[in-house]
Structures are given as C-alpha cells and as structure tokens.
C-alpha cells in the first residue's frame, strides 16, 4: 500500500490552512487530516451497500472528541470519553448540514463521517475544520458528491470583519458566523449575533462566500491529484406509464389539498393513497404508486403557491397564523410562557438559580462553565404520534442550542443579575417551526420571571419554493407541509434592533443571494409583528422576582480573606449553609454572592461572613455569647463566626476556681480583645471590663508582650555548668485572693450594637 503522504496548503485568514492525505486511515473511502494553527482533526468518509426500505438519505456524521487534544484527562469516574458532549453533537450537525443536499438524489447507501479531534491548541475551533475536512475526504474518495464545499467562521470586531476569529477574538465580536457554500451558492448559514442590522448580516454573508472559494480551489487542487473516480449510481426511475397513471387518478378526482387543520389534511391524503392502490394497485407496483403520488402531491402544492400565491392552509405567502401569549400559568415555578402560533404552541418555563449552579463543561473548549442554559423537548404526543423516551435527541440538543444563542445577547451579565437561568421549552403541540416558537416562549417566560432583558426578542421560520424557470416565492411562518415539500428551512430570531440568530437549511444545490435578501426582509417584518403581540401580554419584565425565587446578595470581602470564610477542606463555609439554608458562591475576587428566598436567612449568612472577614483589634470590646466551656476558660463568640478564649482567671475580677462558676453556655457577656496571636487566634478579658481597664492600657500590654516573646532568646548553660535549679525559685507562702460572695451578676449587659443591614437584593 502506497504510504505517501501529500500535502496541500493555503492561506486563509493570516493562517495556513493545511490539509494532508495518505498516512492515516487508509483503508476508509476517503481520509483526510486538517490543520489550522495547532488544532487538528481527521475526517474519514465511508460507504456500504444500499440500505433498502429507507427513503431518505443515510448520512451519518460523528464528531468524536478526544480530550487528549486538549491535554486534558476526562473527569468521568472511567476517566475515559461517554456519550458526545452538547458541543460534539453541534459541531456533527453543522457538518451534517452542508453536506446533505449536494449528494444525488435517490441515493440510500450508508455514508458515514467520522471527525476525530486529535489536537486542540485553544485558539482555532474544530468546527469549522470538521466541515472543509468531510467534504475534502468525500471528495477525493469514490463516494457520489456534488461538492467541494467551503467553510468559514466570520467575526465583527471593531467595524471590520475577521476571518476565522479565535475563541480570545470571538468573546469582543458582535457577530459569529459560519457559512458553508458551493463556488456557485450558498448552502448552509449559522449565526448568532448581537442584534446585527439585516443589510450588515447579509453582507457579512457574502464576504464569508467570498472566501470560501479559496477553500473550494485547495480541495479542487487536491482532488485533481488523488481523486478516485466515483461509483456509478442511478436511481431507480419512475416508469413513465405509472407517473401519467397517478397523475389522472389525482386530476379525475375532486378535492382539496388546502385544509387548515394538519390531521384533516394527513387524513385526506392517507385516504387518497387506499384509493389509489384498490384502483391501480393489481397494474403497477405499489412502491412506485407511491412514489409518483408523493411526487404528484409536491408538484401540486409547489404549483399553487407558485401560480396561485396559496399555501396548504390557505395563507398567502407574507402571511403568519394566528398568534396567542401568555405568561404566569404555572403557580410554584420562577416564570412560565406560552406561545401558539397556528397549531404550534410551545411552554417555556424559566428556573433561577445560585451562580454554584453554573453548568461546567468538561470538553476541548476553553469555555469551563456557562450560566445560561436552555433546553428543548419535543415529545412524541406534540405531533401525535408514539415512540420510546429515550432522552433529548441530536436534534432536540440543536433546536435547544439555537434558542440559546438567540436569546444570549439579551441575557443581562453576572454584574447586574448575579443568577443561573435555565430554561426549558417543552413543545406541546407541532406543526412547523417549534424551535422560533421556543425563542418567543422563552421570552415571556423571562418577562414573568423578572429577569431585567436588554430587549424581547421573537423568531420565525421562512421557507422557499423554486420554480424551474427561475421563479420563487420565500413564505413567513412556515408549516410542516411547506417544510417538508419546500426547498428552504430559514429561521430568523431578533429583536427590534435587529438579528441575535440564524439558521439556514436547504434541500436545492445552493441559494442565491436575492433570495436571502427578500428572506431577511420579510423575516423582519414578521418579527416585529410577533413583538408587538407579545408586548401586549406582558410589556417589559416584572418588577419582582417570584416568592418561589432565590433573591441573590453581593458584598465584597478582602481576597486575604477568602480561606477564613471556606475554612480548611471548606469546614466553615458548608458550617454556614447548613445554618442558614443559604447558597453561597466566593469568587477569586473576593465577591461573595449569598442566596435565599428568606431575607432573615440571608441577613445571618452576610452577618457570619462579615464577622469572619473583619479584623479583630486589641482593645475593642464586644458583647458576646458564650459558646462553650472548657477546663481552662470559656469560648464567646463575638462576630459571627468568629470566637475568642477567655481564660478563667479572665472571667470575673476576683479568682474563680473553675469557669462554670461564672458563666453558662448561652450567657452573654462584655468582653475586651488582649491578643491576637500570629495564628489569628483570640485571647479576651471579662476582668478588664468589669476593672474598667482603658483600651489604651491593654494595647500597651499587649504590645509588651509581644516585644517580650520577639526578644533575644535566654542563653544556653554552658558545658561542664549546672543551670540553676528552678526549684528554689519563687519560695514563699502564696497571696490568697480577696474573699467575695461566689454570686455573679446575670443582669442585662450593656446592648450590642445593631446588626448592619444587608445590600439590596438584585429585584
């Protein structure tokens, strides 16, 4: 087997984009590895016989991501990579995307994509490579492939358009963009934005197209040197007699395909198709019967709305369905939403949480942890229909993931809504674009929840229909009939300022840009109508939390001081959450974010940390609390959180033998500071208060004392000389202390000073 390698090379974006064959995985249809700066991947395309019975194409595309690119050791129990990470499976489905309509039609052998991350430098993300990778290795195999397909990711930073911008560049870009195209169009558009004007977006699309034809040329040049010649493959074709056969029965019969109602109109053509198999099932296949009245039903559709301007439900093509909001349904939760658009209704709920319950990442990025978070279900009852539970699909994680970028650009910062926000959309009800429906229920959701959003912020799903002379028509609002028969899936979210996400989807071989042009525009206009429907349920977002919600506290403490307040092994801090119900989150900064539904809970957690972080000085004097007696003393409590030792012979102003003849745990008592030691312990005196010592005396005595400890060492006996005998020292009978009554005094001290009042809760 020939082991050469080649190498083929070319500048994009100030950075050599490298693409190599022939030394690994040699036994795949196609194998190619990509390099960009340090990162790295494999990309291997493999083909199996046809699969029968499927109608439908049979791609497959795994992003396998290894942690050891990263240098990284997985942080499972096995210490060995599970089941692919949200980021995994998004990148897979946006390698997916571009790559499914340029194989033939017809075609149903098993191709499968596999993109290995082999090294990750932190800096250039895999995506991006995983893409021009497939299509690379596609096409230099035998594999059928109408391609090469060109990527490219695109920031906005400054005023100016970045190409391939780097994790580091990506967190200052007001745009982050990846489009995949053809040398003729465009076929696959991903975006999220912060809130970009549609004449910006568009031309940052064709700036992207622009440089995708360098990435085309380099695998062209590639192709021209090791591609294999492809499988001859031809679809099965549809006899002609049977195609004019289906084409009469539809034509000879009386009814209508444009019902409103999505059940009715599958129960007509479910009817439709018996009928056509009892009349002309015994002269023609039933497969191909099929096949033509499937054929036969788009030929219909496409032609209304071509011809006529009529869609399935009647609507014209700039036209929505009827629209419905509302928000606060469910009692107990932080915030809930409801949008319904046609047959589609969507019930977000939103959830608030402590900054601790950020969701960590365990991947090749170097994004470690995020706190906003959305997810989507789409359960079987939504269309009808039954199927196992078996957890969120690849294409429930990305509808999830859109929504998510859609509404990232709104979410106000840590800063000023120090909270964890989860939401989740469960779609009730399908008949087309639930994941724009999300964007709009998770919206409301966020009004009622109180979360202060920069802007609202609506989504809708435009689709196309291509007509052989050049003709089109792009509809707003598509339903699942016009998504299934329609050459466009285009969702468009924003607010009224403009594009925060994208997602382009198409089933022709590209898209030209006055299409999209005409999209965008009337994609606008739909947003602003959806706007001002959900303003009028809810027009800005509340004003309070709900009762149900964590209310979230800021004080800043100094950073020295971060171990005092977790405490060796994070003793002190878990002390104080099992106290006071509180959730708290220290920063390295030395912010500390304490939550509770209570205020009097929270109140006592600032109180402690505040008691721990404050620093101590001889002298001062304090009402305390006696928290526990030992055989030498008893230990006050005098800050919370924060304890001091008075000695027994500290306790009273007359000798006391023990300190149980003194002071019981729970008595309050004025003490004063005399020492704090080098280890931050604390010595305090009840005497010198009962004395009426002066602070200033104490702090002279303490300061003595310290100078005494710090001296010269006493000297060492010398050799051969016995030390003096200690024993002959301080002879004499020993002072009795003064007779007094063993009573104390348990009136009230003097009253502490009040508690400081907490910061103001975020809302």
């Known amino acids: 087997m020939d082991s050469a390698l080649y190498t083929f090379r070319r500048e994009i974006g100030g950075r050599d984009l490298i693409i190599e064959s022939g030394l690994l995985a040699r036994q795949a249809n196609g194998a190619v590895t990509v390099r960009y700066g340090d990162t790295v991947v494999l990309v291997t395309a493999c083909m199996s016989s046809p699969r029968e019975g499927v109608d439908f194409l049979p791609l497959t595309v795994d992003f396998e991501e290894r942690l050891y690119a990263a240098g990284k050791i997985p942080g499972s129990w096995f210490r060995r990579e599970g089941r692919p990470s949200t980021s995994a499976i998004l990148t897979a489905r946006l390698t997916d995307r571009p790559l499914r309509p340029l194989f033939p039609k017809g075609f149903r052998h098993d191709v499968q994509v596999i993109i290995t991350a082999l090294s990750a430098d932190q800096e250039n993300d895999h995506d991006i490579l995983g893409i021009i990778g497939a299509s690379a290795a596609l096409t230099i195999s035998d594999i059928p492939f109408e391609g090469p397909v060109g990527a490219t990711r695109l920031g906005y930073i400054d005023g100016q358009f970045v190409v391939n911008p780097t994790f580091a560049q990506r967190k200052d870009s007001r745009l982050d963009l990846v489009v995949a195209s053809t040398r003729q169009a465009v076929v696959m558009v991903e975006a999220g934005a912060s809130e970009l004007p549609e004449e910006l977006m568009l031309e940052a699309i064709r700036h992207a197209h622009a440089v995708n034809q360098e990435v085309i040329e380099l695998q062209m040049e590639m192709a021209s040197v090791l591609g294999r010649p492809k499988v001859e493959w031809q679809p099965a074709p549809l006899q002609p007699e049977v195609v004019e056969a289906v084409r009469q029965f539809v034509a000879a019969r009386e009814w209508d395909l ?27 296949p039933h497969d191909q019967l099929l096949r033509a009245f499937e054929e036969e039903v788009r030929r219909v559709v496409r032609t209304r709305i071509l011809e006529e301007g009529l869609r399935p439900d009647g609507r014209r093509p ?18 809930s939403g409801l949008f319904t658009r046609g047959e589609t209704q969507v019930l977000t709920i939103a959830t608030l949480g402590s900054l601790g319950e950020r969701q960590e990442l365990d991947t090749i990025e170097p994004e470690e942890s995020k706190r906003f978070i959305h997810h989507y279900n789409f359960p079987p009852f939504s269309t009808g229909e039954t199927r196992p539970l078996r957890g969120p699909s690849r294409r429930e994680i990305g509808h999830g993931a859109l ?24 779609v009730l009800s399908s008949n087309g674009s639930t994941s724009m429906a999300s964007v709009c229920g998770s919206t409301l959701s966020l009004m009622d929840a109180g979360v202060p959003i920069k802007a609202p912020v609506a989504g809708v799903a435009m689709g196309l229909v291509t007509g052989e002379d050049g003709r089109f028509a792009v509809l707003t609002d598509i ?23 994208l997602q382009l989807d198409i089933k022709i071989k590209g898209l030209d840009f006055a299409v999209l042009e ?12 959806i706007l001002q429907r959900m303003l009028e349920t809810i027009p800005e ?43 708290i989150d220290v920063e390295d900064d030395g912010t500390v974010y304490v939550g509770s539904p ?10 402690i940390i505040e008691g721990l972080t404050k620093e101590v000085k001889v002298g001062e004097i304090y009402t305390g609390k006696v928290t526990r007696l030992v055989p030498f003393g008893a230990f006050v409590e005098i800050l919370p959180g924060k304890e001091g030792l008075v000695r027994t012979e500290e306790l009273a102003d007359y000798r006391a033998r023990r300190p149980e003849d003194v002071v019981r745990v729970g008595d309050e008592i004025m003490v004063m500071v005399t020492e704090v030691d080098q280890f931050g312990r604390i010595n305090l005196s009840r005497r010198a208060v009962l004395e009426g010592l002066q602070p200033e005396d104490v702090v002279r005595a303490a300061r003595a004392a310290q100078q005494s400890r710090a001296g010269p060492r006493p000297q060492q006996p010398q050799p051969g000389r016995r030390p003096p005998d200690s024993r002959f020292r301080g ?22 000073p009040p508690p400081p009042r907490p910061p103001a809760s975020f809302r």
């Open 731 to 752: 002879q004499g009978p020993r002072p009795q202390a003064p007779q007094r009554p063993p009573q104390v005094r348990r009136g009230p001290e003097p009253p502490p």
């Open 479 to 501: 339903a699942g009939l016009e998504d299934h028969y329609g050459d466009m899936d285009f969702k468009v979210a924003g607010t009224a300022e403009g594009i925060t996400a």
């Open 403 to 426: 929504a998510e970028r859609a509404l990232e650009p709104v979410i106000p910062s840590e800063e000023e809504f120090p909270y964890t926000i989860r939401l989740v959309s469960e």
């Open 318 to 335: 700039h036209e929505l369905r009827p629209l419905s909001a509302a928000v606060g349904l469910l009692p107990r939760t932080h915030g």
């Open 598 to 607: 209570s205020e009097a809970a929270a109140r006592r957690a600032i109180e």
């Open 258 to 284: 444009l019902a409103a109602a999505k059940d009715e109109r599958q129960a007509l053509l479910d009817q439709r198709r018996q009928e056509l198999l009892a009349a002309l099932g015994d002269a023609h």
């Open 541 to 583: 977002s509340r004003a309070e939390l709900s009762p149900y919600a964590p209310r979230m506290y800021r004080i800043q403490i100094p950073v020295e001081k971060i171990g005092a307040v977790i405490g060796p092994g994070g003793r002190v801090i878990r002390s104080i959450i099992d106290e006071t119900k509180c959730t």
């Open 518 to 529: 005409q999209a965008l525009r009337q994609a606008r206009e739909a947003r602003l109508h």
